[in-house]
């Protein structure tokens, strides 16, 4: 049987597909007030926000602690560029503090029925994701930080030398792979997930052995952070959020001479949403036209102008550059020096190999 472009990508941000976004709130005693009016104001400065549809407030009438809120999305990018700006985070801090807990979901739209979708008038940039993907539940995220410069080494031998966390949460969630890189003085971690993204992360920052690495890098940190607090914890891990936007897969089973590698592609100003997009495009297009490419996988994850493409290689990296690279075709290579170079660097690299610090695989039995 052969198995369709369509299929080999699992999540893509690129399709046009409108985006649902659904926020579960657990508030604290007594803040609701507090909460709604923060709400009210949230929602006047994200009617003006590009690609922003419609949103609901909504709270549960069996349990008045527990909320909702939803929005819809022209795209997954508009929202994305909303959602890890600097500006976002300064103005869901006073949601933040009325909430104990808070679990953001997406979703892209693939059906819309009943008598009010069928009267209901669409941006025309807005339209329904076509087919439902296919994947190997397997979630995807990373997180990124900087060190501060010269304490690299130091860095690195602490990320390297930490004891794996249980991989098995609970019955439905298990931690497949932490893999984590740095180039510089940029540090990026992976991880992929079996099972709920949110409660494995919550699972690994509680175990004692992570709690003491991450205590120990925070002298190292650029950006200081108090983990006792979990305002300054939150804040954090909400700025150092590195989205998956795009998967794509070989369908045969991982073989032992496939090797993992991450590429940091330095965007310019600007150009990081579009350098993403054009990985991802890139891509597609090999595996279309190389059914034997030696990259067997690859995810691209994007914020701001950091864009990082994590892949599986079978064999050498410089065995087939182009495709290893994401600059696979005709012309593509002078499209990323654009994407890429500013003025006068068109001499650089369009992208730079990160140094692997550690690749953590769960036993299959875990």
Known sequence: MTTTLSERVSQSAFDGSMLR??????????????????????????????????????????????????SEWESAPQYLAWVNSEHHAEQVKPLGRCARNMRPLKFTVLRETGRGYDQAARPTTARLQTTP??????????????????????????????????????AH????????????????????????????????????????????????????????????????????????????????????????????????????????????????????HRGESPVRSSSIFQRDDIVVRLIDVRGPLDAEPEISSGAFGPRAAAVLARLTAGPGERARAAHHTMTLITDRRAPAQS
């Open 173 to 288: 969630t298990r931690l497949c792979r932490t893999s984590l890189f740095m180039h510089g003085n940029r540090v990026v971690r992976t991880v992929e997930v079996q099972g709920d993204l949110v409660t494995a992360l919550r699972h690994v920052s509680e175990q004692p052995e992570v709690r003491a690495v991450e205590e120990a890098i925070n002298p190292y940190l650029e950006q200081d952070r108090n983990l006792n607090d979990p305002e300054s914890a939150r804040m954090f891990f909400m700025r150092a959020a590195l989205p998956a936007v795009h998967h794509i897969a070989a369908p045969e089973p991982e073989s032992a001479d496939v090797q993992r590698h991450a590429l940091f592609y330095p965007a310019k100003a600007g150009c990081g949403p579009a350098l993403a997009r054009f990985l991802a495009r890139q891509d597609e297009a090999a595996a279309a």
């Open 21 to 70: 976004v659904v926020l579960l709130m657990d508030l604290h005693e007594g803040t609701q007030q507090q909460f709604f009016e923060a709400y009210e104001q949230l929602r006047h400065d994200i009617a003006s926000v590009p690609g922003h549809i419609s949103d609901q407030l909504c709270q549960s009438f069996e349990d008045p602690s527990q909320w909702l809120i939803t």
């Open 133 to 170: 993907r296919l994947g190997a539940g397997i979630v995807r995220h990373a997180l990124t930080f900087t060190v501060k410069p010269g304490s690299e080494r130091d860095v690195a031998a602490i990320l390297s030398s930490y004891a794996s966390p249980a991989a098995r949460v609970d």
